[in-house]
């Protein structure tokens, strides 16, 4: 299978106050087109960092990043910015949605700044349950309803890869759940590749491969266990001294 | 705690305060420096030969036009920049609300904010007066505009009046834009405050009507009138109408927007549409000072340019000078209200703008995006400004000197069209290149 996403030896540093974090350390990771990577750890492991290096927001201090066959570290600033525009969606806790702007403004907004055409707009509207809303403003919507927006928004265009950071934080039990479900459809429907970062061992359930990151390494690397497994290996990983190896 | 949000929001918002500081400072300085010549013209030293050449050559009305003029376009600048800049920080006090701070509170941090911007723009305004007061009447004695004898003699009576002034047009700015979203319950304020789609009120649209009605059917009267009378009420007919035409803004902004949806291809083009839309309120408060500075210099220039054509005099060449520097000054005032403004209203659109970077938008495409909303904004203005300029000046034009059709030099209007596309491009091109060089992701308001 087609490899979209290909991390080899990345580490990303940040200097603050002349002391030196280092949010990853040394991490490769693969990921196949209609895989779905769940991406776990304790608070501060590093989820964040990895998944904004993939994504290309970020510059790795170290190693190389492969997406869709392009290196990133070869790519200039607008270079990389129309990749992701491209092959690439991102949705985040935060939705990250024009707030003024109305629903099909908000998902139409990457085919406006010259991105690939969307599939007809109703159809991915409904796919994420939100038919009907095309002309409603974001600003007036629930999280959940806002949540779906921005997943709509990262699948409209079929992109090769979809990263997503805590997209269900903000959301109830359910809501959340049915977030994922879009996306694990995109994944078996379509073959887009999903990595998500979540702390919810429910919503990572859904995934078909495991990563575990702990003080910024990848600690773990497996297909994904059931609900009480993934917990386990969680408080494994985190709670165990960071010498643990894949 | 009331000193607490007030410094909070003092620190947070500091840019877009900074906006309404420079023109209140500009207001200042300009009132002062009107308030300080006229004084300098009846000064008691004066000897009664100069004073009645002071008189003879008209400058204590003119002094007495331009004071008006200034405090007049001060007033309404100063209430619009203050009035954005609260506005920017609604959604701040709606999570005020939300946490506890009482209305009260909160309309205690918007007035003191108001103070704290006020009163030291004044006072620094007022010492900047003086220099540049000595330096206006040594060019107005340089252009025989008048007599030698006459000194600049600031005095300290300016100051009661400007900082009143000040303070009262920037409480008033501020109060209006809060008072909504302090008075409403927390959830509404909040829900109303995390998009600028707000409703535009019926009331809004009546009142902008009715001035800008009531500005062209006062410029049918004021051209009745005689010819110095018709000149100082002229003023007050195109404050009306550049009243009714902030308040008319969002509505006019929308129906261009509307009007060339479907001429324009999607992608950029219909994004900055959109987005023009959508923001069409803050927009609004930009026009106001845009509209002003190009309908007043119009009035001015095609006044004597025309009456230049038509009588085939350029007219007294001292009057002339005190004409040209006299518009020059309130157009340069009234531009650097505008450049506030835009910049304001750009700054405020940071998390936007790394949204937009996020979903793939590279600075390129966005710096076009954002000029298209630019080019929209100023063709805007430049129409409403020849509308409201038209307005008051045909009837005088047909008044005073017989003619319905203005003759003014094409280099004057190519001059003016470039001075209010720069001021736009400047006041949007620039932020947007600034901002957008720092990460997207650090600006999009919690990424991770
Ligand atoms: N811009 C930055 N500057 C300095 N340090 C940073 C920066 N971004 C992240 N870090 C540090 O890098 C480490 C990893 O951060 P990261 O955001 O990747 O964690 P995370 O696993 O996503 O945590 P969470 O679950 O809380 O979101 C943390 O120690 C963090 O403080
Ligand atoms: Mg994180």
Known sequence: MDTVVQ????????????????????????????????????????????????????????????????????????????????????????????????????????????????????????????????????????????????????????????????PTGALDPTTGAQVVGLLRTAVDTRAVAVVLVTHDPRVAAASDRLVLLHAGALVSDGPTPDVAAIAEQLAAVSGAPQAASR | MRSGITRQALRRHRWTLVGPACTQLLGAAVIAVMLMTAASLSAPGLSAADRRSVRAGGMTDTTAVFLGDSIYLSVLVVAVTMNLAVSRQLRDIALLRSVGATPGQLRWSVLLQAVAVSLPASLLGIALAVPLGSGWVALLRAHDALPDGVRFTPGLVVLPIVVGIQLGTSVVGAAVAGRRTIRSAPAIALSETSGDRRHIGPARTALGLLLVGGGIAGSAVVSALAADQADDAALFVLLAECIGIGLLGPVVLRAAAAVLRPLLPGGLPRLALDEVAALSRPLAGTLVPLVLAMAFAGIKVAARTTSAAVTGSPGPPAEVWTDWSGTAVFCAFAGVAALNALVTVLVSRDRDLAVLQLAGGTRRRLLLVVSSEAALVATTAVLLAGLAAGATLLPMLHTSLGTWLPRVPAPALAAGLTLAFGVVAAGTVLPVAVLTRRPALHRSGGAG
């Open chain 1, 7 to 166: 991390l080899t030896g990345v580490s990303r540093s940040y200097r603050t106050g002349g002391r030196e974090t280092v949010a990853l350390d040394d991490v490769s990771l693969d990921v196949a087109a209609g895989e779905f990577v769940a991406v776990m750890g304790v608070t501060g492991s590093g989820k964040s960092t990895l998944l904004h290096c993939a994504a290309g927001l970020e510059r790795p201090s170290a190693g190389t990043v492969r997406l869709v066959g392009r290196d990133l570290g070869r790519l200039g600033e607008a270079a990389r910015t129309r990749l992701r525009r491209d092959s690439v969606g991102v949705v985040f806790q935060s939705y990250n949605l024009l707030s003024e702007l109305t629903v099909a403004q908000n998902v139409l907004l990457p085919q406006r700044l010259g991105g690939p055409r969307a599939r007809p707009l109703a159809e991915v509207l409904a796919s994420v349950g939100l038919a009907g809303t095309e002309q409603r403003p974001v600003g007036e919507l629930s999280g959940g309803q806002r949540q779906r927006v921005a997943v709509a928004r990262a699948l409209a265009a079929d992109p090769a890869v979809v990263f997503a950071d805590e």
